[in-house]
Every structure is written in C-alpha cells, then in structure tokens.
C-alpha cells in the first residue's frame, strides 16, 4: 500500500518561511520522480517544483529563487523548504511521487500567508 504523508504546513506571516516534509511508504522511492503541487481555492492544481530519481530539478517561475526541493533517499523523504513567503502562495500543498505511469498523491497540507 503506497502512502505519501506531508507535513509541515500551517499559518505563517508575509515573509516567512515554512518547511514542508513527505514522507513515502509502499514504493521503492529513489526510482520515483518526487513532486510538490499546489491548488489554491477556485484554481487548478500547479506545479511547484520536482526533483527527478537523479536530481534533476525543476521549479516554477513563481517560486524560483524562494523555494528548494530535496530529497533524502535514505529517509524516503522529499522536503520543501519555503521562504520569503506571500500571501499568494496560500494553499493546499500536495506531494506526488511518479514513476513511469505509477503516480500517487498525498493528502495535502494547508500552507496559509497571512498577517
């Protein structure tokens, strides 16, 4: 049974920061791609950022620059460090690993900019 869990989410001030953190049971994670995404209300699902099973990464022109994927294979973990955050990132944050055609989700953590 594959299960993704984030973690990390929560209320933050304009230009903070928060680290978000997924943690992957059920596959063999350092063959997947992992993935952060996002859906705020009333808007589709984005992409945040991916690092690929080589590390090979990715970013959104929104976050470049503000935001860092990582990965610890040993730990099964895919992290999302946030910082100088905005009140348009507010969201739900979810976690994705893919592989091939095997894609999972996580169930989201909120992530709320707001002073």
């Known amino acids: 049974q594959v299960q993704l869990v984030e973690s990390g989410g929560g209320l933050v001030q304009p230009g903070g920061s928060l680290r978000l953190s997924c943690a992957a049971s059920?596959?063999?994670?350092?063959?997947?791609?992992m993935g952060w995404y996002r859906q705020a209300p009333g808007k589709l699902r984005e992409l945040v950022a991916t690092?690929?099973?080589?590390?090979?990464?990715n970013y959104a022109g929104s976050v470049k620059g503000r935001f860092t994927i990582s990965r610890d294979n040993a730990k099964n973990t895919v992290y999302l460090q946030m910082n100088s955050l905005k009140p348009e990132d507010t969201a739900v944050y979810y976690c994705?690993?893919?592989?091939?055609?095997?894609?999972?989700w996580g169930q989201g953590t909120q992530v709320t900019v707001s002073s």
């Open positions: 059920g596959i063999i994670f350092r063959l997947y791609a």
């Open positions: 690092i690929g099973s080589g590390g090979t990464i």
């Open positions: 994705n690993s893919n592989y091939y055609s095997q894609s999972y």
